[in-house]
Structures are given as C-alpha cells and as structure tokens.
C-alpha cells in the first residue's frame, strides 16, 4: 500500500489566481493520477503525472490550465491556473506502488478549492 | 474500451440489514475490479479488488463482492449495514487493453438508518 499526503487540504482564492497543490506518497509509485470530483460527482481524471517526462492530459484537460511537475518518484503537483469559480472542486492525487499489481490506486485524502 | 455502471444513485437501509451495491461493467479485456469507498469530506479508500483470482472478493469491514462474468457484474454487499457504513461507493474498472487508466462509477450513497 502507500500513504499520500496532500497540500493544502482546502484553500479559498480570488478569481484569476493561480494554486499549486501537492502530492507526496510515502514510497515509490509507477504512475501518479490527478482528479477533479465536483460535489456530489464521481471523479474525472485529469492527467497522468510522467517522472521525467510531460504529463499526459485527459480530454478537456489542457497543460496551459492545469500544468503538472513530477521530479522523481514520490511527488507531483498540480497547479491549477488562471481560476475561475467553474475551478472549484475537490482534486485528489493517486498513486500505483511501484511493489504490487501495478494496478490498484492509493488516494489522498483530497484538496477542497472554492474559488469566489 | 471499458465502462462501468452503478445501477443505483442512492441505496437506504436500517442498521442491522443487508446491504448491496449493484455495478455492470463492460469491457474488452478480463478487467480488474475495485469498489472504493468514500467518506464526507475523506478520501477514497480500498474497500476490495478483484485480479481474476477468486470470483468471490472478501474486503474490510465485512463487505465481498462477487464477480460474475456471465452477468458483466461485480455487486458489492455486507450481511449487516452498520451506521459508520454511511458513505459514497465507487466501482472502477481498470486494465482493459493493457492501459491502466481506470474508470469510475458514478458512485452510489449509502444512507443507513438507525
């Protein structure tokens, strides 16, 4: 299994700021997730967060919104750029250990943005 | 391509009865199969997983789920609900033509009364 921790766990911001949220997992993980979760919705995939490499955007998901880092191995952020009140939401990272089936996803326990 | 359905936006129960959370799945491949659970203001947590093993998963807190192929279904259930069970449920279905991008339900809310 894995531990992910995520930074700020909910914040408030002014239309038109930019957020970075952060993702760190306790140990190694092969690919690291962001989600959206509107209220009361399933989740909706954003990216899939590539070490070393550009992350890789789900339709309707664009680098220039939503740019994604992720140095090694146990972190990544998510910036969410440019906001706008349509930007608040839940957004959760995940993460498959890099020792297990390479399939099953650990989650963190989420950021709430509200953007006025 | 893969797909996933929670029959039910919302399930109620009183304490002490059973619990069953439907799910269709669809998909190309001999998926895998999560059912995650989520609680208010939480994030998701693994409930239980099926990796073509055993058809009959057993989970924490007490839930399983059976896997039935002929059906496309993959039901989650719990002989007694208790009041912390209270929470949203999602089914995922992952590892259809090798990716490992999954797809979620819709999710299902689980109200149980007292």
């Known amino acids: 299994s894995a531990v992910i921790s995520q930074k700020p766990s909910r914040d408030i911001c002014q239309r038109g700021t930019s957020l970075t949220i952060q993702c760190q997992v306790d140990?190694?993980?092969?690919?690291m997730f962001w989600y959206r979760q509107q209220p009361g919705q399933s989740l909706t995939l954003i990216a899939t967060?590539?070490?070393?490499?550009?992350?890789?955007?789900e339709s309707g998901f664009v680098i220039d919104k939503f740019p994604i880092s992720r140095p090694n191995l146990t972190f990544s952020t998510l910036t969410v750029s440019n906001m706008s009140p349509e930007d608040s939401s839940i957004y959760l990272c995940?993460?498959?250990?890099?020792?297990?089936?390479?399939?099953?996803?650990?989650f963190g326990p989420g950021t709430r943005l509200l953007v006025l | 391509a893969q797909s996933v359905t929670q029959l039910d936006s919302h399930v109620s129960v009183s304490e002490g009865t059973p619990v069953l959370l439907r799910c269709n799945y669809s998909?190309?491949?001999?998926?895998?199969l999560f059912w995650y659970v989520q609680h208010p203001n939480k994030g998701l947590q693994l409930l239980l997983k099926?990796?073509?093993?055993?058809?009959l998963v057993k989970g924490i807190n007490g839930f399983e789920a059976e896997f039935k192929k002929s059906e496309t279904s993959f039901h989650l259930t719990k002989p007694s609900a208790h009041m912390s069970d209270a929470a949203e449920y999602f089914c995922?279905?992952?590892?259809?033509?090798?990716?490992?991008?999954?797809?979620f339900g819709r999710g299902t809310s689980l109200i149980v009364h007292p």
């Open positions: 995940s993460g498959i250990p890099w020792e297990g089936d390479q399939e099953t996803q650990y």
């Open positions: 140990s190694q993980v092969t690919m």
């Open positions: 967060a590539n070490q070393g490499s550009e992350a890789t955007y």
């Open positions: 998909s190309s491949y001999s998926p895998s």
């Open positions: 099926y990796t073509s093993a055993a058809t």
């Open positions: 995922v279905v992952s590892g259809s033509g090798g990716s490992y991008i999954p797809t």
